[in-house]
């Protein structure tokens, strides 16, 4: 078990942190936040 | 061999014959010839012609009686379907050299020869389909001048320089193609591959340049650029060419030619499989209709974001053209659309699922197919549930208003952006499983691997369902479309990243077994009659959409279309029209298939020729 899950969670957090800074900088590049601001 | 000079005669005689014809109608285009007395419509354009100063080029406004009628047929119908028709044997044309240059570069790197076999039977079947997107292009441009006289003067007056070299480039294209057929025996090993190779790319450098032209004239009705308010051509022809669609449909054309051509060839597969006696030749035919698929695949799953393109360009370029796209009459249309992608997901889905088979290993993965195949159905369920219903007014009452509690929210844009991402990546995910069916990873980090993997592709879908949630739901409509991005990213990320890993994973894997090609259910052939099928269907239904919403229009803003067929027909109409399309492309196609079939069967006839002694 700890075979899979110990790389899965340290992938997953790295992956996701990834995903989150593309979505951001994706995002500014079109003059927007990642949250809605109103 | 008498038979196949007289097919070679035939083809060139045809290829020739229509290219004749082209250069013919394009000097008729540019008055080179004097139209006068070629009837009523030719003498309407020469005595408007006369009212403007020479060279200019300026749009005519004929009014319904200008418009000619011949033998009671209905221009616009005829027009449709002959321009359908080219365009389908033109998708299939000029894909199938690309991928037939891909593979016999393979071959050649390789020096396996069952790549050059199987490219030149590739190039083979699309012989005979030339020949007819050759015919059908001319009768389009008869067609063209024949009912729509004012329309073909106007864009021939823009456009002479590329209609001029369009019909040479048919010649150059020609001639690459037969040599490249024709000299695939002779022009073996060596140095004489690599100018095979060479006429390849020059093929297919050829047959994109020509698209690109015909691309040219499509777009400027599109969004016509290069000429005033009032449609005079200022005599930039590049600004006319290089108008703002023209780039989006060169993009998504490019792609979706690829896929079809590698959905009709798999066709032709399936067709030899469910026809072949020996196993060996079954094997064969399994092996082609395999690549096939897997090259319908590749190029289908960028597809719907080159589609996502053109379409925010469409409504950049004009925000009414664009709500006629998707929130007006054709927004129907869009769900039979998204029927259709979801069938050819599906099908190409199954064909892998049941290709698991011809491996011993395959069966290691079975329980998951069931997992696939939920997620890619919930999936294509979310990508085609629309957002208003059709209903009765009973209907209406009953459910309060237009949209449904659960389903209504369903039909917005975010939610379908993320359906499509999740049914790529469950696509993806079924040919990782299908590669790895016949392999045992040896690497000491495998398991770490694999969970890296499956961790890859849980925070990417979980990126997806935030984008589409928060987005789609909690925000603005400028954060909805903002966000497509980044999902489109994610899903591209992944694809690499995971095939990149998995290429690290199976580095010197040992193999279960030897593949057997041929192992597979003859409804895995009808996969792939499916997918030729529901490709064909949706072209010709996403050609009718894209030159429907022009609407009213000829040229967009600029001449009208004044003739009796101007105004949108019914939905039930079009799809019936453009099912009559489908149907007479794909009888056509069955020919083309038989043909090469004929073309291969040998009679000998006891006591029919005279004996000859020595």
Redesign the interface.
Known sequence: MKNYAVPFVLVFLACGAGFLALDYAVMSLQGLSLFFSG | MGGRNAHRQASWGKGLGVAAALIFLVTWGLGVIDPAGWGASAAFAQETTDALPAGVVAPQQPSEADYPTIAGVNSRVVVWLVAQLHLWFAAFVLAVPIFVFIIEAIGMATRDERYDRMAYEFIKVSITAYSLTAIMGGLLTFCLVLFYPHLFQYLAGIFKETMFYYALLFFAESACLYIYYYGWHWLQGGFRKWLHLTVGLLLNAVGTVLMFFANAWLTFMMSPAGVDAGGVFTGDLWGAVHNFLWNPINLHRVIANIAYGGSIVGAYAAYKFLSARGSEEKAHYDWMGYTANLIAISALLPLPFAGYYLAAEIYAYSQQMGITLMGGIFAWLFIIQAVLIGTLFLSANYYLWCGMGRSDGGVRYHRWVKYLAIVIIGAFLVWFTPHTLVLTNEELKALGGPYHKYLGPLGIMPAKNTAVNIMILFTTLSFILYRRANKVATVSWA??????Q???F???I??IL??GI??GY???T??KV??S??QV??TL?IIVASTVLDRFIYRGANEVGPIHWGRVPDRAQYALFLLAVAFTWLMGLMGYIRSGIRQHWHVVGIMRDNSADAYTPTLGYAANVVSIGTVLFMAMVIFVFWLSQVSGTKTHPAGYWKERRA
């Open positions: 398991k770490a691997g694999n969970a890296a499956v961790a890859l849980a925070a990417g979980a990126n935030f984008l928060y987005h909690f925000t603005n400028v954060y903002a966000s991005i980044p990213a994610t990320i």
